[in-house]
């Protein structure tokens, strides 16, 4: 029978075993990523555009501007939805250490320490829970579950800056929150936690509404613990109101269905007065509690569908040109639902949450009292997490960050049932049994290596092979900067490291808010020479980029074969186009305008 063994927040014991472990883990990611590094080679086109974003931001730009305005900057750029939060520890980073060793140098030390420091307190939060509630022994496996977690690690991971390694802080923060002594601050916590999670991105709405759903039932099974949801929901509207201030301003009061909006601030409100009003009238039947529930949702959500149909609806994509969904969107995987995976990343995000799911439940069996409550709390909140990334993949990663304390425990049982065998062969069945459950997608690498692998169709050269040397607008910054400024036309994969790289303007890059200008790259891409000039001659384009061996050039060259993108792919590029000369070992390829 496990019992409340709950001791100080942030020993110095603990701090230091977790920290030991944290520079372990740190030093092998900067070993094994160091080539990356050192090329600048960022592990997704939105850390290049977050960089880009922070420069726009030390070079002047306001801070409530977060607009991009060397993306179709004949239209006057492109409004982001992304947050100033995420930009801030880069920020300061940036500014404190360019005058001792300058920019490029503090650029890159930015970019190693503030994923790093959030790994670092990604491990703290989840082992804290452990630490707390379980055991010191488990205190550790949990970090070596963080450790080893290819979903989380990866958001966590050096040059990793974009916002998703946040979000899993923040639901780490949360569930912290559910098992503070005091509920007046645990509920201040949980709500401040997840005010700043959808401050940076909306994505933690079903999370929250999970969490919330948590503390309604705490409150309907012990009236006294109503002050858990009233808090929550206090802090969530003042909290979420004052960063909404300090990072929006009052310029732009429009709804967006993709950010943080007056409207949802209006939602978040309208529950705390109602639900602060009901605790007032404590105790009350059951059936008025549950109609002060419906009340505070039902409110809510009427705001919303009668505010911003559009919303309710269809989301943040739900707006988006067909063009831009069928040819975009549907590519994007890590926003795809998890069938929509190969079978090894599928088998990543599944198979540890599924197990630390079936974990949180025999503790919950196990235990007793407050912390019988906490780890049934906890497993309605692993399951929603879980819930939400079938089908948003890249949601898996908070899930398996919350697998990791109830994984533990799991794993510390089955070292201890294998430590009582005797014989070794079912002592090494269990050990790899163990290393498949931490490690899901291992059984299936080894089944797929043992396969021939089948040859892929793919758009060839006119000599019958895809080149497949590696385009870097980076190693072509000297180049790109003896260029007069100009728009690019290129893939949406390949122009924010252009924007990076030179002080050029793109036509369109992989977010959504540009979906008009997207539109127009992708159609562009794939219909006739002919067409694409009248385009570019209409826009006033001055240069056009491709990467032959990038899988989006792929793509438009195997959907429209004689298409513009496709005689690119090929190098039969057309006599309006004059090639630039570049290093011969980047398989960058960038001609210039001349329709004169």
Known sequence: MLVDRRR????????????????????????????????????????????????????????????????????????????????????????????????????????????????????????????????????????????????????????????????????????????????????????????????????????????????????????????????????????????????????????????????????????????????????????????????????????????????????????LDPVVAKYWHANVLEGMPIWRQPLTTALQYAVTPLIALIAAINLTSRSRDWLRQFWADYAIMLAAAFLVSLFVSRAGAAACALAAPPLAWQLRQWLRAIHLMERPLPRVAAMFGIACALLPAFPAMIVSSAIPARAAPSVAEPNGSMGTARCSAAEASAVLASLPSGEFFAPLDISPELLLASDHTVLATGHHRGHKAMKVLIETALGSEGEARATLKERGTNYVAICPALAEARMYARIAPEGFAASLVREEAPNWLEPVDLDAENGLKIWRVALD
Request: aromatic share 8%; proline share 5%; with cysteine.
């Open 8 to 319: 100080a927040a942030f020993p110095a014991e603990f701090l230091g075993r977790i920290g030991i472990a944290w520079a372990i883990v740190s030093a092998l990611l900067l070993l094994i990523n160091w080539s990356a590094i050192a090329a600048g080679r960022f592990p997704d086109p939105d850390d290049i555009m977050r960089l880009v974003q922070v420069r726009d931001l030390l070079g002047g730009q306001s801070w409530f501007d977060v607009s991009q305005t060397r993306v179709n900057a004949p239209a006057g750029g492109v409004g982001m939805h992304w947050s100033r939060l995420v930009d801030l520890p880069l920020v300061v980073i940036i500014a404190a250490l360019t005058p001792i060793i300058g920019a490029s140098s503090a650029e890159t030390a930015a970019l190693i320490a503030v994923p790093l420091l959030t790994l670092g307190a990604a491990m703290i939060l989840a082992a804290r829970i452990a630490w707390r509630l379980i055991g010191d022994e488990e205190a550790m496996f949990t970090a070596l579950v963080m450790a080893i977690s290819v979903p989380a690690l990866f958001q966590l991971g050096p040059m990793r800056i974009d916002h998703h390694g946040w979000q899993i802080v923040c639901a780490l923060t949360a569930v912290n929150g559910l098992m503070a002594r005091t509920p007046k601050i645990g509920g201040w916590i949980i709500g401040a936690s997840f005010a700043t999670w959808l401050s940076i991105s909306i994505e933690g709405l079903p999370l929250a509404a999970a969490c919330f759903a948590v503390l309604a039932l705490r409150w309907m099974k012990d009236r006294e613990a109503r002050i858990w949801l009233v808090s929550a929901i206090q802090s969530l509207a003042l909290i979420g109101a004052g960063l909404f201030l300090v990072t929006k301003g009052i310029a732009d009061l429009a709804t967006y269905c993709d950010a943080i909006s007056p409207v949802h601030l209006a939602m978040f409100v309208w529950g705390a007065a109602v639900l602060s009003l009901l605790a007032r009238f404590e105790p009350v039947p059951i059936a008025v509690l549950l109609g002060g529930f419906a009340v505070a949702g039902g409110g809510a959500l009427g705001m919303m569908f009668y505010t911003a149909p559009q919303c309710a609806v269809g989301g943040g994509f739900g707006q």
